[in-house]
């Protein structure tokens, strides 16, 4: 017997040598994921030599393009022990292998692919990276990305706009400090420079990454506060699923002399989402659409969406990427509340729920989309490259005032990453990219923006100390304009010590004037907008100092940063002949200055897990020695989920404190804004395909503003169903 088994083992070993001069197909692994109640898990990192691949949300996975023989398989996911395998892979041909993971309190070290432009661990990072997991997205049962993005440590919106450690204040979505790329692609408008943060449907985003503080190193001008890459699932094998239903309802205002209807206002949506995928030919489609009646007079809205990606592997270590989404938003346009005598105000100096009567009828209508191919090769293990072209559309129309616009960017991107020798203690990444930007509006003109830069970026490791340097050289202006150049050096470094991972870096950042800064021209709720040509491109320096450190499931990130900046572009308020103006204008000098941390634990049981973020912001105009507009010096998020298969409960709770300047026209003692202290609540429940989730936006009804004339949302109660094939 035990001769027969060694010569069983000996005929499959020389099956799976190779004859002479006969070609090595490659073969495939499949199978499932799971815990060990049973129960599927989803984002598992499935590795060997050569190959690699996630498992889906049904705790399905196929690797392919393995090479023939004996594999060893390596199973890795965060809170999770890492284990594994070894399978014998048939030429030509597939072998299944199922695994089961055991959940651990010591956590693995994610992977991030923003901050450096390639792959690298969180800790090698040399800037701040804030992580929203698909897990936060789901357990916060969120409806669109503003709202997943919204709770990321040190990241704060202000009706509607992003900030990050405070580098964009309010410029009512005019000229963003913040990149927002798709699968690192740049989707910022043509023409405004803003964020459309309802381009890409929820559905199609499994992660999203947030590096903070200056990037114009590697991406250029709209990164000179920080980037925000919002990562899409990928395509699993075989036939997929999803279905997601959203319903809910606002809460009335707590006072009888606010109310402005006589019924209660609802939301709800649904999603629809199906993908087919085999070993070389992939594809997803989702479709979706929303419908609110809004929380306030005049508010309500529609969104139709639709969203697709197809991949393509011709070969192993090639891959084609075509993905894209289209939006169309049609929603009534909320001004800032009435005041005493511009509406029925009941006897009160303003009516928060209410618009004054002279801007009812005001809409717009804004679609958006996107449309890019990727094609990436790994050429060996010291050599990749890829190849982008994008083209992003924006198009709105505004009824009272009547303005509208349609603005086009189209971009393309070649970029390297070598490793010498397959050696991951020395990497270089270079690149070249290309971009045209192009706007026709009434209120904007027809105008049209230029952009060409080169960047690189070198990393050695000395003994346990990484050490990063580069560059990014860009040339940008308007057609038949200045062409203006501009350097953007950083360098960095990481020190993992026995007191955590040091990190520091020191770069610059600029970022030139959008079209709409330079040339808009309009009236809006009775302000006259005017354009400023002489504009010129805002500069920093920035700097950052931090410490990670991590202790079982127990992480503790802070990070000191200070930032001077130069012609820092701010919206200005003025009067002339009676008549309220705006006007974007360069500020002479300006500082951001503060820290900010974040603490994660599970304390007491595996089934807790907390966390606490802060950041503290000193923001000063330095021309006018004043403090800049819009910046709350604090912002604290504590966060708590339970989880009891098959059900969780949890909450968010922020406070932003009371924000000590605004512009347009208020002076501080008239305005009514006060600090922010808002809970949010949850609860879920899942088994197999199905889950339902129960979200309390801002439950205790707490009625406050954070930009003027503008209240901020009020209570909300919803329940979300999925149904996962």
């Given amino acids: 017997m035990p001769l027969t088994r060694v010569a069983a083992r000996s005929l499959i070993a020389l099956a799976f040598l190779p004859l002479r001069g006969q070609a090595q197909i490659p073969g495939a692994v499949y199978g499932t994921v799971s815990d060990t109640a049973g129960a599927p898990v989803a984002d598992v990192r499935i590795s060997t030599a050569g190959a690699a691949a996630a498992s889906d949300a049904a705790g399905h996975y196929r690797l392919t393009g393995i090479r023939p023989g004996p594999a060893v398989l390596r199973f890795a996911r965060l809170g999770y022990h890492a284990t594994q395998d070894t399978v014998a892979v048939p030429a030509g041909d597939s072998v299944r292998l199922d695994v089961t993971l055991r959940s651990n309190r010591f956590a693995l070290e994610p992977v991030i692919v923003t901050a450096a432009k390639r792959s690298q661990l969180l800790d090698q990072s040399a800037t701040s990276v804030a992580l929203v ?46 990149l927002l790329l798709v699968d690192g692609v740049p989707a910022n408008e043509a023409d405004r420079g803003g964020i459309d943060w309802d381009m890409l449907p929820l559905d199609e985003v499994q992660r999203v990454e947030v590096v903070k503080g200056a990037g114009s190193s590697l991406y250029g001008s709209a990164a000179f506060g ?62 979706g659409g929303r419908h609110s009646d809004g929380y306030r007079e005049q508010d309500k809205s529609d969104q139709w969406e639709g969203a697709g990606k197809a991949e393509w592997q011709p070969a192993p270590g090639t891959r084609l990427t075509a993905s894209g989404s289209w939006t169309s938003h049609q929603y009534q346009v909320s001004p800032p509340w009435c005041e005493r005598g511009q509406c029925d105000d009941r006897g009160l100096a303003f009516q928060p729920f209410m618009i004054g009567t002279n801007d009812r009828g005001a809409y717009t209508r804004s679609d958006k989309g996107y449309v890019a191919t990727t094609l990436e090769r790994t050429s060996s293990a010291g050599f ?37 020798g397959g050696d991951s203690d020395r990497v270089l990444t270079i690149g070249v990219e290309a971009a045209r930007a192009d706007v026709t509006s009434d209120i904007f003109g027809g105008h049209a923006q230029h952009e060409l830069s080169a960047y690189g970026e070198g990393e050695q490791r000395i003994g346990a100390v990484r050490l990063s340097a580069g560059a990014r050289v860009d040339e940008i202006g308007p057609v038949g304009g200045t062409v203006g150049g501009h350097a953007s050096p950083r360098v960095g470094v990481v020190w993992p010590t026995r007191f955590g991972t040091w990190r520091g870096s020191v770069g610059h950042g600029f970022r030139t004037p959008s079209l709409a800064e330079r040339f808009v021209s309009t009236v809006a709720f009775g302000i006259r907008v005017v354009p400023d040509s002489t504009l010129v491109p805002e500069t920093a320096w920035a700097f950052e100092l931090g410490d990670a450190v991590s202790i079982g499931s127990t992480r503790l990130d ?9 012609q820092l572009i701010e919206p200005a308020f003025f009067e002339s002949g009676g008549v309220p103006y705006i006007q974007f204008r360069n500020v002479g000098r300006a500082r951001l200055r503060g820290f900010d941390l974040s603490f994660t634990a599970r304390p007491f049981t595996p089934r807790l897990e907390t966390a606490v973020a802060y950041t503290f912001l000193d923001a000063r105009d330095l021309g006018a020695d004043s403090v800049l507009a819009f910046r709350p010096k604090h912002l604290l998020t504590l ?43 949850r609860g879920g429940w899942s088994r197999d395909a199905w889950s339902a989730r129960l979200r309390v936006t801002n439950a205790l009804n707490y009625i406050y503003s954070l930009t003027p004339g503008t209240l901020e949302p009020v209570r909300a109660v919803s329940v979300v169903l999925t149904w996962t094939y």
């Fill in 384 to 420: 990749a490259w890829q190849a982008r072209a994008s083209w992003v559309r924006t198009h709105f129309t505004d009824s009272k005032p009547d303005d509208w616009g349609v603005a086009n960017r189209y971009g393309t991107e070649l970029r390297g990453t070598l490793r010498p």
């Fill in 226 to 287: 920080g980037v925000v890459n919002l990562l899409t699932r990928d395509v699993p094998v075989g036939f997929h699923g999803r279905v997601r239903t959203t319903a809910g309802a606002y809460a009335d205002p707590p006072d009888a002399a606010w109310r402005f209807r006589d019924y209660v206002g609802g939301l709800g949506g649904l999603d629809v989402t199906g993908s087919y995928g085999s070993e070389a030919i992939r594809g997803r489609v989702t479709l």
């Fill in 639 to 681: 966060s708590a989920d339970y989880a009891l298969r098959p059900f969780s409960v949890g909450g968010d709770f922020r406070y932003v404190s009371r924000i000590e300047r605004i512009e347009l026209g208020l002076s501080w003692a008239d305005d009514p804004r006060v600090p922010a202290a808002v809970l949010d609540l």
């Fill in 558 to 566: 802070a990070a000191a940063f200070w930032t001077e900046a130069r």
């Fill in 133 to 178: 997991s698909d897990s936060d997205l789901v357990r916060r049962a969120v409806s669109t990305v503003d709202e997943a993005v919204d709770k990321a440590p040190g990241v704060l919106f202000l009706n509607g706009q992003v900030n990050i450690r405070g580098s964009s204040g309010f410029v009512e979505g005019l000229g963003s400090r913040v």
